[in-house]
């Protein structure tokens, strides 16, 4: 299991290397209607949600393992069986890092990036989380979480995930950036931020970053499984906003909490707008007009950017299986490639709406798939034709290029104030393997990408 996720596109009118992709996900959530018409969600369990894919052309530039002791009874059941024995003690978290004969040397402006924590990891090894980024000798300081516990997995071995999340952060001086979900279930979403403010005073304010409420919520439209009534509630019904107030409100109650940075995460769609979309099925700029209004800045804009998905790209002229145009301007990290094109993009349409050059603004995701990714065939089946987009040469220059990237997005443009990797591990979607992460799963001891070009 992992992170479930979904695709939905922007495609800007910018100069033709300045367009982008997003990848999806809304809190990793199914939502169902009861047979007495009520909603029900039922959090899903796979890596990556499943493809859906929409164009849109925009005037602008997205417990100590708990042990499971489970009182079982035998026969009649007046005498309870003995608890099943302790899972054995794991390594010490601040140990572990993947080994690499490929070292990809010095990372430009480390203390402004961090890895995003794929749900594999976090709940089957988190004492696996590197101390050093993968392939590098510089610490990793920074990590993105997206839940604090999924209601899926077991919750006896929540504890432990937990205790050793803090292990690592500690022991690497690391900040988190914690999500909590925003859906129709308010039962669960309310159960999910109980144990997000666990989780917080846990860690400790010093080691949190930053509190992210709801995800890519401008595209729980686009979901089949999510009815008009509940997207009618959440925007027009003011639900996101009721939710994001009770939140900081909580935070602020929390001794030392009250000056936490505070974000929402949008894709490429919430472009799809003057300065942002707004829409009944997506009220982005009103959502965000009122954020800024309401904390300042203490609001951060965030943004989920990947080339690797993007729409506009095409093979070349005249070849059925070749892409290197669009290759290169989705791997570089220059002015007009497209990752930067797009994040310059956003920094404008801040600036529309705040009338502010310099607010804080963060990239939540971006990465790239070796081998290729399931999803890639839905998103962009020219690039699922052509073998070099998905290469290990790909995603190894991608990588490097954006640890050796020193966020700058343009002159007189500021560059994002902080960016995250995704991901630390490779997982599966519906069996179906997504290949994002630097290392290949929680057993592996080598990074995935070595000097000699195999893949570990």
Not at 209 to 220: D, I, R
Not at 293 to 322: A, C, E, M, Q
Not at 340 to 345: C, D, F, G, L
Request: aromatic residues 10%; hydrophobic residues 35%; proline residues 6%.
């Amino acid at each position: 299991t992992g992170l479930t996720r979904s695709f939905i596109f922007v495609q800007l009118s910018m100069p033709a290397a300045a367009t982008q992709q997003d990848d999806r996900r809304v809190d990793g959530t199914h939502l169902l209607v009861a047979g007495d018409g009520a909603e029900q969600e039922v959090p899903r369990t796979s890596c990556r949600r499943r493809l859906l894919m929409a164009t849109v052309t925009a005037l602008g530039v997205a417990g100590a393992a708990a042990f499971g002791i489970s009182q079982e009874t035998n026969g009649g059941g007046s005498t309870p069986l003995p608890p099943a024995p302790p899972l054995p003690p794991l390594p010490p978290s601040h140990s572990y890092h993947c080994k690499s004969t490929l070292d990809l040397g010095t990372i430009t402006k480390a203390s402004q990036k961090g890895l995003a924590v794929d749900d594999t990891t976090f709940e089957r090894c988190a004492s696996h989380i590197p101390q050093l980024w993968p392939n590098s000798q510089q610490n990793l300081t920074s990590l993105r979480l997206f839940k604090a516990w999924d209601s899926q997995w077991p919750d006896s071995l929540r504890l432990n995930a937990w205790a050793q999340l803090k292990e690592v952060v500690h022991a690497n001086g690391a900040k988190v950036l914690v999500g909590t979900q925003v859906t129709c279930n308010e039962t669960a979403d309310d159960h999910d931020w109980r144990l997000v403010l666990e989780l917080l005073e846990l860690l400790g304010q010093e080691h949190v970053m930053g509190v992210a409420v709801g995800n890519e919520m401008e595209l729980l439209q686009f979901k089949d499984y999510v009815t008009p009534k509940c997207i009618e509630r959440i925007w027009k019904g003011g639900y996101f906003l009721k939710k994001l107030t009770s939140r900081v409100r909580d935070l602020d109650r929390l001794n030392g909490f009250d000056d936490v940075p505070l974000t929402t995460v949008f894709g490429g769609y919430a472009l799809a707008g003057v300065p942002f979309v707004e829409q009944p099925t997506a009220m982005c700029y009103s959502f965000l007009k009122h954020a800024f209004k309401t904390y300042g800045r203490r609001w951060v804009f965030t943004l989920n950017i990947y080339p690797y998905f993007d729409p506009s790209n095409s093979l070349d002229t005249d070849s059925p299986h070749s892409c290197s145009q669009s290759l290169n301007r989705s791997l570089c990290f220059e002015e007009n490639c497209l990752l930067p094109a797009t994040t310059a993009s956003m920094r404008k349409k801040m600036e529309q709406l705040t009338g502010n050059k310099d607010d804080p603004l963060w990239l939540g995701e971006t990465g790239w798939s070796y081998p290729k990714a399931a999803s890639l065939y839905g998103a962009n089946p020219a690039m699922a034709a052509c073998p070099e987009f998905s290469s290990q040469s790909a995603f190894q220059k991608y990588y490097e290029n954006f640890l050796s990237w020193d966020l700058s997005i343009g002159s007189h443009v500021k560059g994002p104030d902080h960016v995250f990797y995704f991901t630390l591990r490779d997982a599966s979607n519906f069996g179906v393997g997504e290949h994002f992460g630097l290392i290949s799963d929680c057993e592996a001891t080598q990074c995935k990408l070595q000097a000699d070009g195999s893949q570990q």
